[in-house]
């Protein structure tokens, strides 16, 4: 945030590492609270609401995935599978025993983070390309045992519905609605996520990442970092579909497919590894890409392009920037979205005086 | 850095401001249709054709002065056969006062028939989507309005049965794509194959389904069936016609599903001359012998413009064309029931459960759409390839009707 | 021979074909990775690009021969151009940015290709006919048997040109260890160019055989799914591995279909080639052929 940090001098390592790096920032907090909790939901039009509530989901899988890929230097190509085990374990739960969500969804996280720690262990012999597919392997199976267990998957549709979450009788069942919903877990997933690195366990994920002979040497155990790092990781993939059943109100493992799996890598690539804001801001760049270029054709490709032509230059061109920015993110801006973030705010922190 | 950081921050401006200014009023007399598009997702061959097919067919009523009066305007969205988008496309349409939408895809569909109750705007899923939303009564605001997997297997299992003539002992092998729409038709199947005697044995294909030697070669070689049903998506129809004939199986004896059914994957097998005697089951019509697509044609013409090559794939354009004109059919219903003032979204879902007798030439069936039934009878017609072309070899039928609906009865018993 | 001797040798024979056709796309990946240690996500999209070229060239008419010699040198330049712009600037990154850049090429390419080169499924006959081929007492599709010839074909001149030409022991050298190779005067970059150039030809003549087998459209590239199992399990660097593997995963695949399927219920033909793979990681994660050296922990 653009805050004016002088007079602040910090005296230990624990004032440098704390939540709020100053004391204004509670202040940007609380003005941050105020907008998305009460402004956004009372002026903004339900459309845009929905599109949040996409963002707030996708912000939830890609803490995740930025604990794993980003903190801790390992590689997974099946998250998408993991927010499958979570949507069908809270899918079965809400079901066949009538489990309200908020015993449902920690249930979808720690199944999830069960998965994850078996698809997980080849990371302790193997790194790299190996652990990609290794995940990917794990995802293909996964897709499979849900489709060929019909005690999982709840019959030959492979889908089962859920009902909307409700809590005290209060049931979350329009857009609005659910932005409280999403908008919380969203929240409580950033503020787990910003403890979680800042804590001996994030700071032993770090260290994995960066030297993992080094890290072993000064007393990490590296096996037991890792697994709890596809464990946590796959928590949140867990929580994150069980919130994609109950908004689209039905599991279906069709939606979680390697597709997926890659969108997720993308937002963390494009934001930022092993950064909160950058995946914050992956998630959001990544659901609003496609929406931003479609909206712009429309007002300004017709200028260029018949209608039947022009739907399919907003796919064709959708896809392609898609890929482009990847591939620009990685070669200019390695450090992505977060890091642009900084050199703006670093812009304007001394700005007009920039010399 | 500077000028780094502002050329950033003129790309964010832009965008923003170009974010914010897509939503534009629209004329008085304006209808807004959404559709749903896979144009570059794994069913892309089929989202390029009959996408068009539906832009074409609002065109032509457009160009003849719109429905009652009014114009219609289509949003097409292209989701990649991804839900998020699909979610995301729903809103946009809702935003944008559709009264209907059509969507694409199985698990797109069941991730809205919720979304659609609650906001109240019908949606149409013609030949996927959940079987089970033929009963309007459980699923008020999905139209399959053509065919599902359940009727196209009872249909299968007919046009088998007049090709075999009598089923009791025979073998059928049923060759479908391994994921839930594959599976969908096999409690239908197997009911029929007790009812009329035949033994059924089940032979799946993983996604992405690009080889299928092995199948192939267990039905042609060991089980040896007299007859095969198939049930294929993407690139794997064309891979069984290849395979299939490459094993000396005649084609004549297969039928396929409507999504194995069209001219790019008997092309892609190696040209309609490969694929004799192959049997494609159809919702619409096929061919260009349809007044209605000679209009297109005249209307591209009086442009002067040459119809988009997109027409000679006719299974999937005739396709897009259908849904378009049960679009336009049931908003025309809704607007006369309001004798000319401007239909919400609830008068469309009335105007398509009175169609009625609309046929469009032949290009659809004699389908009816009722409160109760949102698929219209479940119509199919079975279309085989014969010298170089597909030729209709059976019209407008409904297969083994009572099982599909005691089905329906039993699915809605059990909700 | 008994029948099901008969089915079972059918399947082998499908499954061995097949394989080889995997083979044929898993080398330009080896390739790559052999000389340059990238990782192309984007090999099946590099197939499906050859496959539009040639289907585009031929539509202008052009003779087969014509066609194939266009798709060859358009992929030669293309990959040598994606090395230039794309990898070498990531050099020395981590293996999950490589991963990522590859699929971005493979969005851009999903996106561009069909755009440029037209978007409808097109047929790629090629002058075999298609009357099967007799082998025993099973039958192969022509196609088939043209793609494991190329697949052949093309192990034998690499595994030449690997073993006596003089830039293929450079590049092995540079394989080995890049800084000592350019001590020793060999021009690393041109080799890392030249690695690309040769998966471009593998890519396009994969393109060509699996156009023919499958028709060309965008869904073309999902034959690149299958290079994982089959480089795991051969070695990522072996020429032959490539080989070996491709031909185990292809009858793995035909025989789990043949006598799994009827008892789970369908399905295990993509899933047998992974646990195969997860196997074999577990105990010899450098695979069948692979250098021994893998990065462990």
């Known amino acids: 945030m653009f805050h004016r940090e002088s007079g602040v001098f910090k005296t230990s390592y624990g004032a440098d590492m704390a939540l709020y790096p100053l004391p204004i920032a509670k202040w940007t907090v609380v003005i941050l609270a105020l907008i998305f909790v009460v402004i956004v939901p009372l002026t903004v039009h339900e459309y845009y609401l929905s599109i949040l509530n996409l963002i707030f989901i996708a912000i939830v899988g890609a803490l995740g995935l930025n604990i794993l890929v980003g903190y801790t230097g390992q590689i997974s190509i099946g998250h998408g599978a993991f927010m499958s085990v979570g949507a069908y374990t809270a899918a079965n739960l809400a079901v066949k025993l009538g489990l309200p969500f908020w015993l449902t969804l920690p249930a979808g996280g720690l199944m999830a983070a069960l998965i994850g720690v078996i698809v997980g262990m080849p990371s302790l012999r193997i790194k790299g390309l190996y652990l990609a597919i290794a995940t990917l392997a794990g995802q293909l199976i996964i897709e499979w045992t849900i489709n060929h267990v019909p005690a999982i998957s709840g019959g030959a549709q492979a889908s089962i519905e859920v009902g909307r979450p409700n809590l005290f009788g209060f049931t979350f069942n329009t857009q609005g609605r659910l932005y409280f919903f999403l908008l919380f877990f969203a929240v409580v997933a950033i503020v787990a996520t910003l403890n979680l690195v800042r804590s001996r366990i994030g700071r032993a994920f770090v260290a994995v990442r960066d030297q993992d002979i080094a890290a072993e040497i000064i007393g990490i155990n590296i096996y037991r970092y890792k697994l709890l790092a596809f464990a946590i990781s796959s928590f949140y993939a867990g929580v994150c579909g069980v919130l994609y059943t109950y908004y689209f109100g039905i599991a279906n493992y069709e939606q979680f497919q390697l597709i997926v799996s890659i969108d997720y890598l993308a937002m963390i690539i494009i934001g930022g590894l092993g950064s909160v804001l950058g995946t914050i801001f992956g998630a959001i760049f990544v659901t609003l890409l496609p929406i931003v270029i479609r909206i712009f054709m429309e007002n300004v490709g017709s200028l260029f392009f018949t209608t039947a032509e022009m739907a399919n230059v907003i796919s064709g061109l959708r896809l392609g920037v898609f890929g482009g920015l990847i591939i620009f993110f990685l070669i200019v801006e390695p450090e992505g979205l977060n890091r642009l973030w900084r050199n703006i705010r670093s812009y304007f922190r001394v700005w007009p005086f920039s010399y | ?415 | 021979m008994s029948e099901d001797l008969e089915f079972a040798f059918a399947l082998v024979l499908s499954g061995a074909s097949i394989g080889l056709m995997y083979s044929l796309i898993a080398l330009g990946f080896v390739l790559v990775y052999k000389a340059t240690d990238a990782i192309n996500f984007a090999q099946g999209e590099f197939v499906m690009l050859a496959g539009l070229i040639v289907v585009t060239a031929l539509g202008f008419e052009a003779p087969l021969i014509a066609a194939v010699v266009v798709v060859v040198l358009a992929m030669i330049g293309f990959s040598f151009g994606l090395e230039k712009v794309v990898l070498r600037p990531l050099l020395g990154r981590p293996v999950v940015a490589v991963i990522m850049a590859t699929i971005g090429v493979a969005a851009v390419l999903r996106g561009w290709g069909p755009l440029i080169f037209g978007i409808e499924t097109r047929n790629l006959p090629l002058p075999i006919g298609d009357e099967p081929i007799a082998i025993g007492p099973a039958s192969l599709p022509p196609i088939q048997v043209v793609g494991a010839a190329v697949a052949l074909l093309f192990f034998v001149v690499f595994n030449w040109f690997f073993k006596k030409s003089r830039m293929g022991v450079a590049m092995r050298a540079v394989a080995d260890n890049q800084q000592v190779a350019q001590a020793m005067g060999i021009n690393v970059e041109r080799y890392f160019a030249l690695a690309w150039a040769m998966a471009g030809i593998v890519s396009a003549l994969g393109g060509v055989v699996w156009g023919s087998m499958l028709g060309v459209d965008v869904q073309l590239a999902l034959v690149g799914l299958k290079v994982f199992p089959v480089v795991i399990l051969g070695g990522l660097d072996s020429i032959g591995g490539a080989l070996v593997g491709g031909l185990i995963i292809g009858i793995v695949e035909s025989l789990a279909a043949g006598y799994l399927d009827p008892y789970v219920g369908g399905g295990t033909k993509d899933f047998a080639p992974y646990v195969l793979m997860i196997l074999v990681l577990m105990v010899r994660p450098y695979g069948i052929f692979g250098r021994r050296q893998i990065e462990r922990v």
């Open chain 2, 1 to 415: 850095m500077t000028r780094f950081v502002r050329s950033w921050l003129g790309i964010a401006a832009t965008t923003v401001t170009l974010a914010v200014g897509g939503g534009q009023a629209f004329a008085q007399k304006e209808l807004v249709f959404g559709l749903q598009c896979d144009r570059t997702g794994p069913t892309a061959n089929v989202g390029t054709v009959l996408c068009p097919g539906y832009h074409d067919y609002i065109a032509l009523v457009n160009s003849k002065g719109g429905v009652e009066g009014y114009k219609i305007k289509v949003l097409e969205i292209d989701h990649e056969y991804k839900v998020p988008p699909a979610i995301e496309a729903h809103e946009r349409f809702k935003k944008e006062g559709a009264v209907l939408e059509g969507l694409y895809g199985t698990p797109q569909t069941a991730a809205l028939n919720k979304k659609l109750e609650e906001d109240k705007i019908l949606g149409t899923s013609p030949g996927f989507g959940t079987a089970s939303a033929a009963d309007g009564k459980r699923y008020p605001y999905t139209f399959p309005i053509a065919a599902s997997y359940w009727s196209q297997g009872g249909a299968a299992v007919a046009f088998a049965k007049e090709k075999l003539g009598d089923l009791k002992g025979k073998k059928i092998a049923y060759l479908f794509y391994d994921n839930p729409a594959g599976k969908e038709p096999l409690p239908i199947l197997e009911d029929l194959a007790k009812a009329e005697g035949f033994e059924l044995r089940t032979f799946a294909v993983p996604a992405p389904g690009l080889e299928m030697g092995a199948q192939i070669l267990d039905i042609t070689s060991r089980y040896k069936p007299d007859f095969i049903i198939t049930h294929l998506f993407g690139r794997s129809p064309s891979v069984s016609i290849k395979e299939l004939k490459g094993k000396g199986f005649p084609l004549s004896k297969v039928v396929a599903f409507v999504w194995g059914s069209a001219e790019s994957d008997i092309i892609a097998a190696g040209g309609m001359g490969v694929a004799e005697g192959y049997n494609t089951m159809q919702f619409a019509g096929v061919g260009k012998d349809f007044q209605v697509l000679k209009d297109i044609e005249a209307m591209y013409k009086a442009q002067g413009k040459t119809p988009p090559k997109e027409m000679d794939s006719t299974v999937y354009y005739n396709r897009g064309v259908f849904i378009a004109a049960l679009h336009v059919e049931a908003a025309r219903n809704a607007i006369k029931a309001k004798a000319g003032a401007k239909p919400t979204s609830e008068d469309v879902k009335k105007g398509m459960e009175s169609i009625k007798g609309l046929t469009l030439g032949g290009l659809l069936p004699p389908l009816e759409l009722t409160a109760a039934d949102h698929e219209g009878g479940g119509w199919v017609q079975i279309w085989t390839v014969k010298g170089g072309k597909l030729v209709k070899v059976k019209d407008w039928f409904q297969g083994n009707r009572p099982t599909i609906q005691k089905h329906l009865a039993a699915d809605a018993a059990k909700s």
